[in-house]
């Protein structure tokens, strides 16, 4: 068990609905990463938000947002579905704003038929 | 930005026999390295990992050498053992956040 906590599992879902994936980060970590993997992809960095905030944004799309709670829990809402968009995704948390080595999740694998 | 090539894709080794996965990374200013192992169903976990100061990292049948001058790095696995099987990813500090490689599915043979 690596600490980083992210329900569900799996989703499976239709195309253009929405869902939420979260994710509890490691206990005392700040910074909260999500990644989206795909096949044809590798390991793509969406977002990361540290204490609340954003902090940095790559290739996330604008159907996808995140937030930050006050426990520091995170949701990353997915919207409009598409095919495409069935992937595994990670959460990943570390300490401060940069850390040497991440803390990965196990990740939520989302089918969207 | 920041491009990170990996080699090969696919490898298959005897067990025993040493296993080597390279890395390059275009970026000059990158300056942390780390390496993720994952396993079937579970998520990214970090093995290894070395900084731009260091030339050569070890941990015990795992090890890390940077090359800086020509931007490569390489993961060497030597007495690879079934439970090696996996696939490795390399990753670079861009930045404030990390650049990944694509990924080499690793092939322990008994």
């Known amino acids: 068990d690596s600490g980083v906590t992210q329900t569900p599992k799996h989703l499976i879902t239709a195309t253009g609905q929405r869902v939420t994936l979260r994710c509890s980060p490691r206990s005392g970590d700040l910074s909260v990463y999500w990644y989206q993997q795909s096949l044809d992809q590798g390991l793509q960095f969406l977002i990361q938000y540290y204490n609340g905030e954003e902090r940095a944004k790559g290739n996330i799309l604008e159907r996808f947002s995140a937030q930050q709670f006050p426990d520091l829990h995170s949701e990353l809402n997915l919207s409009s579905l598409e095919l495409g968009d069935s992937a595994l995704y990670f959460c990943?948390?570390?300490?401060?704003?940069?850390?040497?080595?991440?803390?990965f999740g196990s990740g939520t694998r989302l089918t969207v038929v | 930005g920041e491009n990170v090539e990996q080699h090969p894709s696919t490898l298959s080794v005897q067990e025993g026999d040493s296993a080597v996965i390279k890395c390059t990374y275009s970026d000059s200013a990158s300056n942390y390295f780390p390496w993720y192992k994952q396993e079937l169903g579970k998520g990214p976990q970090l093995i290894i990992d070395?900084?731009?100061?260091?030339g050569e990292k070890k941990d015990q049948r795992i090890a890390v050498t940077l090359n800086k001058t020509a931007k490569h790095f390489s993961l060497h696995i030597t007495e690879t053992q079934p439970e090696d099987s996996a696939v490795y990813f390399c990753a670079s500090l861009y930045g404030q956040n990390f650049v990944f490689g694509p990924g080499t599915r690793l092939s322990v043979l008994p």
């Open positions: 990943a948390s570390s300490a401060g704003t940069v850390n040497y080595g991440y803390t």
């Open positions: 070395i900084r731009s100061n260091v």
